[in-house]
Structure formats: structure tokens, C-alpha cells
């Protein structure tokens, strides 16, 4: 154990903790502005890297990458935690935000697949890769830097300034896609503008080297540092140990894994359903995330604040359980409010498939009329059940009155068209009041449990193995039950031709973490961090 004087821990003037909280806070904005351009762009990305012929395929092969970033985060959360532990906070985190900041620019002069093939999928998965295992190092050591210099009775207010730097980073990337997707013509963008975004970073990647070279190393680790109280084997001493072990996993099960799904089906996955299935077009669909990104931001600070009162653990665990009771009628509503045509055509013109040589895909070509009928439907965001049939057709499609028997595009268009099921939203009838309520609700469960997780894993887990023991867990779960959720969630969207099957993802993991944080979590509000 440490034993330090409250000077130790917290600055004496609050100017000092508040630059403290800005330096950290900008870094992070930046880290997840460079980490979420690809997510905002992973509609552009199955056309240009991946092989053409199949654009569902492409689409989910894009999604995918997306989940490679997320996937080797715990690899990161593992190299830079030791480095967290053994060498510094400040210097590691300064290495992270580098390495994301020159990948993701290199993806702004990538060749695509029509100029190098299959090696272009290649290079960008691999620079996803390299983004991911830099966020891996970057949350941890923010949170922890924060949170060692707060007071303990504020330390949730002053850690959710952290919190909100994901949002706002998926904002600062929404707001600088969209005025380069104003500023040209939609063929130039899709030609070469998308790189534009990528290549900014490097002005933010300046800006924020600058502002971490000006912090000085956390108080709690220097004075461990001083003491010789740092750990020599942060990886032993965090998974070999059955107690530190125990944390990790209640940490993962009953907290993270949670709060990822949680904050990627309000944010990421709400988007992708807008433009995807909804077919909104881009613009308005940005603005509509966008305004509930604006609506809940603050969220994170007044949670994380009130998290200071009344514990860490409600917030969490009630945030998981109304996520879980509420986003198969919130994004039914969502449906209503944004294409009442596609809603109203849903209920009065159902769409069933009858065949008997359906495949199961999800990245192979459709070849079978049933494949080519349902990629079809799929493809117009039509709502349809599979039922069985021995029809020597192959496959029958009813649209309301209509019957199509083979694979006819025609007909199912024409069918559709007759029924009311709309191409796109027309914009003129979208409830902007309703939508952004709907998406702002979502932004209130994310908060909700976001907003004190970063207080509540630095007091779960010991100074000396805390970069190890935190970053772990929160990357496993945002990296691979979070990074994978729109591609998951898509594929089953695929398989069941229904577009709110994908909902039972999230809405089965959040019950996970509900159940196994009410059980197992142990509050430890206000304790001190220094031991």
C-alpha cells in the first residue's frame, strides 16, 4: 500500500484539475474522432475494398473490419496496460494517440480494390487493426489519469468529462463528413472525397501531441514510483491472482459488456438502421443522430455527478435493464416517426418467401432464386418471413394480394410499389419531434451507464496493476460484444429478412450484464485510489 498526503492526489488549485481534464478530454476527442470516421464511412468502404458482385456481402465485409478495430482493443488494452503500469500514464497514452492518428490517415491514401485488388482489403484491415490495438492503450490511461487527480468525492463528475469524448468525437466526425459530402457532387465524394476526413487528422493529430506533451505523470503512479510500489509483473499480479481475477470478470459480464451494446446500438447501430433499412438519406440521418448526440452529451457529466450521490452501481445496472425492456418498441417507433409509408405498408401489406432451396448468407453470392429474392428484399429494407414450400418454382413471394412465383426483380418491384412500400423516406414526412425523442431516449440509457463506468472500474481494480486490470475488460467488452454489434446484429437482419430481429444482440447481453452486476457488483463509491 501507498501511503500519500492529499497533496499527493489532487491538485491543490482547481485550474490544475481542470487542465487536467481539458488535456485529457481533448486527446480522447480526437482518438475517437480518427476511430469512428470509418464507422460513419462503412457504407462507402464494401464498394471500394472489397470485391464487387455482391453488395450485402460487401456491405457486412465492411461492418466486419469495422469489428477488426474493435477485436484486437484487448490486445492493446494488454500491451499498453503493462506499459500503463510499469512505466507511466502520461507517456503511454501519448504513444497511443500516434499511432492512431498516422493509421488513420494512411486510410485516406489507400488504393482501393478496382486499383491493387485484394491487397487493398488487406491494408485497410490492416490499419483497422492498428487503430484498434492504439484505443486499446488511450481509455484506459485517460480515465485513470483523470480519476487519479480528482478528489474522491467528485471523482465520477470529473471522469465523466472522459466519458463524453466518444460522443462528441462521433459528432466532430458526422459534422466534418457531412459539410465535405455538401461541398461536392455525390461521384466525387465517393471517388476520392471520402479521404478527405482521414487526411484532417493529421492537423488534430498535431494539436493533440501538443497538448499531452504539456501534462505532467499521474500523482498517484509517481508517488508509487517514488516508493517503489510499482508493480514488476502487472500481468501476473492482475490474472494470477483469483481476487484481482474475479473483478476483472464481474467488471466484464456485469458492467462492460453491457454498457458497449448499450452504447453502440443508441449511437452506430440507431444510424445504420436510419440509412439501411429506413433508406433516410444520409443527410438527415446525420442530423437526426446528431441532434441526439447534442441532447444526451450532457448526460454523461449529470450521471456521472449523480453517480457521486447515490453510487456507481443503480445507474449501471438500471440502465441495462431499461435498454433491455424497451428497444424493440423504441426502434418500432423509430420506424413510424422517420418512413411512416414503410411502417403502414409493413402492417397492411405483408411480405412472406416460400421456397425450399434457401442458403444461409451472409458474404457468399446469392445464387438460388430464394437467395436472389431475398437479397432482394433485403436490399429494399422489406420486412419478410420464410415459410416452407415444395413449389417446383423454387420460390414464391407474396407482397399483400400479390404472388410472384420465381425470382422476378420486376414483379417484386412493381409488387412493392403497388403495396406502398417506398424506395426511400420521403423527408417531407418524417416527425422530427418523435425521431429525435426516440434517439435522444436511447442517448439517455447509453449515459446512464457510460457516464459513471469510468469511476467506478478505476475504484473496482489496485494503483499499482490498474491500466492492466481495467483496460482489459473494458476492451474485451466494447471491443467484441460493442465493435461487432452492427455486424452481428445486420447478419441476423439477413438470415430472418426481419430488421428488428438483429435487436435481440443487444437486448440479450444487456440482460446478461443486468443480471450478473445486481448479483455481483460491489460499490465502491468514493474509496480511495491511491491504495
Same mark, same amino acid.
Given at each position: 500500500?501507498?501511503?500519500?498526503?492529499?497533496?499527493?492526489?489532487?491538485?491543490?488549485?482547481?485550474?490544475?484539475?481542470?487542465?487536467?481534464?481539458?488535456?485529457?478530454?481533448?486527446?480522447?476527442?480526437?482518438?475517437?474522432?480518427?476511430?469512428?470516421?470509418?464507422?460513419?464511412?462503412?457504407?462507402?468502404?464494401?464498394?471500394?475494398?472489397?470485391?464487387?458482385?455482391?453488395?450485402?456481402?460487401?456491405?457486412?465485409?465492411?461492418?466486419?473490419?469495422?469489428?477488426?478495430?474493435?477485436?484486437?482493443?484487448?490486445?492493446?488494452?494488454?500491451?499498453?496496460?503493462?506499459?500503463?503500469?510499469?512505466?507511466?500514464?502520461?507517456?503511454?497514452?501519448?504513444?497511443?494517440?500516434?499511432?492512431?492518428?498516422?493509421?488513420?490517415?494512411?486510410?485516406?491514401?489507400?488504393?482501393?480494390?478496382?486499383?491493387?485488388?485484394?491487397?487493398?482489403?488487406?491494408?485497410?484491415?490492416?490499419?483497422?487493426?492498428?487503430?484498434?490495438?492504439?484505443?486499446?492503450?488511450?481509455?484506459?490511461?485517460?480515465?485513470?489519469?483523470?480519476?487519479?487527480?480528482?478528489?474522491?468525492?467528485?471523482?465520477?463528475?470529473?471522469?465523466?468529462?472522459?466519458?463524453?469524448?466518444?460522443?462528441?468525437?462521433?459528432?466532430?466526425?458526422?459534422?466534418?463528413?457531412?459539410?465535405?459530402?455538401?461541398?461536392?457532387?455525390?461521384?466525387?465524394?465517393?471517388?476520392?472525397?471520402?479521404?478527405?476526413?482521414?487526411?484532417?487528422?493529421?492537423?488534430?493529430?498535431?494539436?493533440?501531441?501538443?497538448?499531452?506533451?504539456?501534462?505532467?505523470?499521474?500523482?498517484? &503512479?509517481?508517488?508509487?514510483?517514488?516508493?517503489?510500489?510499482?508493480?514488476?509483473?502487472?500481468?501476473?499480479?492482475?490474472?494470477?491472482?483469483?481476487?484481482?481475477?474475479?473483478?476483472?470478470?464481474?467488471?466484464?459480464?456485469?458492467?462492460?459488456?453491457?454498457?458497449?451494446?448499450?452504447?453502440?446500438?443508441?449511437? &452506430?447501430?440507431?444510424?445504420?438502421?436510419?440509412?439501411?433499412?429506413?433508406?433516410?438519406?444520409?443527410?438527415?440521418?446525420?442530423?437526426?443522430?446528431?441532434?441526439?448526440?447534442?441532447?444526451?452529451?450532457?448526460?454523461?457529466?449529470?450521471?456521472?455527478?449523480?453517480?457521486?450521490?447515490?453510487?456507481?452501481?443503480?445507474?449501471?445496472?438500471?440502465? &441495462?435493464?431499461?435498454?433491455?425492456?424497451?428497444? &424493440?418498441?423504441?426502434?418500432?417507433?423509430?420506424?413510424?416517426?422517420?418512413?411512416?409509408?414503410?411502417?403502414?405498408?409493413?402492417?397492411?401489406?405483408?411480405?412472406?418467401?416460400?421456397?425450399?432451396?434457401?442458403?444461409?448468407?451472409?458474404?457468399?453470392?446469392?445464387?438460388?432464386?430464394?437467395?436472389?429474392?431475398?437479397?432482394?428484399?433485403?436490399?429494399?429494407?422489406?420486412?419478410?418471413?420464410?415459410?416452407?414450400?415444395?413449389?417446383?418454382?423454387?420460390?414464391?413471394?407474396?407482397?399483400?394480394?400479390?404472388?410472384?412465383?420465381?425470382?422476378?426483380?420486376?414483379?417484386?418491384?412493381?409488387?412493392?410499389?403497388?403495396?406502398?412500400?417506398?424506395?426511400?423516406?420521403?423527408?417531407?414526412?418524417?416527425?422530427?419531434?418523435?425521431?429525435?425523442?426516440?434517439?435522444?431516449?436511447?442517448?439517455?440509457?447509453?449515459?446512464?451507464?457510460?457516464?459513471?463506468?469510468?469511476?467506478?472500474?478505476?475504484?473496482?481494480?489496485?494503483?499499482?496493476?490498474?491500466?492492466?486490470?481495467?483496460?482489459?475488460?473494458?476492451?474485451?467488452?466494447?471491443?467484441?460484444?460493442?465493435?461487432?454489434?452492427?455486424?452481428?446484429?445486420?447478419?441476423?437482419?439477413?438470415?430472418?429478412?426481419?430488421?428488428?430481429?438483429?435487436?435481440?444482440?443487444?437486448?440479450?447481453?444487456?440482460?446478461?450484464?443486468?443480471?450478473?452486476?445486481?448479483?455481483?457488483?460491489?460499490?465502491?463509491?468514493?474509496?480511495?485510489?491511491?491504495?
Amino acid at each position: 500500500m501507498v501511503t500519500m498526503t492529499d497533496n499527493d492526489v489532487v491538485p491543490e488549485a482547481a485550474a490544475s484539475r481542470r487542465l487536467v481534464i481539458t488535456a485529457a478530454s481533448l486527446g480522447t476527442i480526437f482518438e475517437w474522432y480518427d476511430f469512428y470516421i470509418y464507422g460513419a464511412l462503412a457504407v462507402f468502404f464494401g464498394a471500394l475494398f472489397f470485391p464487387p458482385g455482391n453488395d450485402t456481402a460487401a456491405f457486412l465485409a465492411s461492418l466486419a473490419t469495422f469489428g477488426a478495430g474493435f477485436a484486437v482493443r484487448p490486445l492493446g488494452a494488454l500491451v499498453f496496460g503493462r506499459l500503463g503500469d510499469m512505466v507511466g500514464r502520461k507517456y503511454t497514452f501519448l504513444v497511443t494517440i500516434l499511432i492512431m492518428g498516422l493509421s488513420t490517415a494512411a486510410v485516406g491514401l489507400l488504393p482501393t480494390y478496382a486499383e491493387v485488388g485484394l491487397l487493398a482489403p488487406v491494408l485497410l484491415v490492416g490499419l483497422r487493426l492498428l487503430q484498434g490495438l492504439a484505443i486499446g492503450g488511450e481509455y484506459g490511461g485517460a480515465a485513470i489519469y483523470v480519476a487519479e487527480h480528482a478528489p474522491d468525492h467528485l471523482r465520477g463528475r470529473h471522469t465523466s468529462w472522459i466519458q463524453t469524448t466518444s460522443t462528441v468525437g462521433l459528432l466532430l466526425s458526422l459534422g466534418v463528413i457531412l459539410v465535405c459530402r455538401q461541398t461536392m457532387d455525390a461521384a466525387s465524394f465517393a471517388a476520392w472525397g471520402w479521404r478527405i476526413p482521414f487526411i484532417l487528422s493529421v492537423a488534430l493529430l498535431g494539436i493533440s501531441v501538443y497538448i499531452r506533451l504539456r501534462l505532467e505523470e499521474s500523482p498517484v &503512479f509517481a508517488a508509487m514510483k517514488r516508493t517503489g510500489a510499482v508493480s514488476r509483473a502487472p500481468f501476473r499480479d492482475s490474472f494470477g491472482n483469483w481476487t484481482n481475477l474475479s473483478r476483472i470478470l464481474v467488471a466484464l459480464f456485469g458492467a462492460t459488456a453491457g454498457q458497449a451494446v448499450v452504447w453502440y446500438t443508441g449511437q &452506430f447501430y440507431a444510424l445504420y438502421f436510419l440509412t439501411a433499412t429506413l433508406k433516410l438519406d444520409y443527410v438527415n440521418a446525420y442530423l437526426l443522430i446528431a441532434l441526439a448526440l447534442v441532447a444526451g452529451t450532457p448526460l454523461y457529466i449529470l450521471f456521472g455527478a449523480l453517480s457521486d450521490r447515490i453510487g456507481r452501481k443503480p445507474l449501471i445496472v438500471g440502465g &441495462f435493464l431499461l435498454a433491455a425492456l424497451t428497444y &424493440f418498441p423504441l426502434f418500432h417507433a423509430l420506424t413510424a416517426a422517420v418512413n411512416p409509408a414503410l411502417d403502414t405498408a409493413q402492417r397492411n401489406s405483408p411480405v412472406t418467401v416460400a421456397a425450399h432451396d434457401c442458403n444461409v448468407n451472409v458474404f457468399a453470392k446469392p445464387v438460388t432464386s430464394c437467395d436472389l429474392a431475398k437479397d432482394f428484399l433485403s436490399k429494399a429494407g422489406v420486412t419478410y418471413a420464410s415459410v416452407p414450400t415444395t413449389d417446383p418454382a423454387g420460390v414464391v413471394v407474396r407482397i399483400g394480394v400479390a404472388e410472384i412465383r420465381g425470382y422476378d426483380a420486376t414483379a417484386y418491384a412493381a409488387a412493392l410499389a403497388a403495396a406502398g412500400y417506398p424506395k426511400a423516406t420521403d423527408p417531407s414526412q418524417i416527425r422530427w419531434v418523435p425521431a429525435t425523442l426516440l434517439l435522444t431516449v436511447m442517448m439517455v440509457w447509453a449515459t446512464m451507464v457510460y457516464g459513471p463506468m469510468a469511476a467506478f472500474l478505476v475504484e473496482l481494480f489496485p494503483a499499482r496493476i490498474r491500466y492492466t486490470s481495467l483496460s482489459l475488460p473494458f476492451h474485451v467488452g466494447n471491443g467484441l460484444f460493442g465493435g461487432f454489434l452492427p455486424f452481428v446484429a445486420f447478419a441476423v437482419v439477413v438470415v430472418t429478412g426481419d430488421p428488428y430481429a438483429g435487436l435481440w444482440y443487444p437486448v440479450g447481453v444487456a440482460v446478461v450484464s443486468f443480471v450478473v452486476g445486481l448479483l455481483f457488483i460491489r460499490d465502491r463509491t468514493g474509496c480511495r485510489v491511491a491504495d
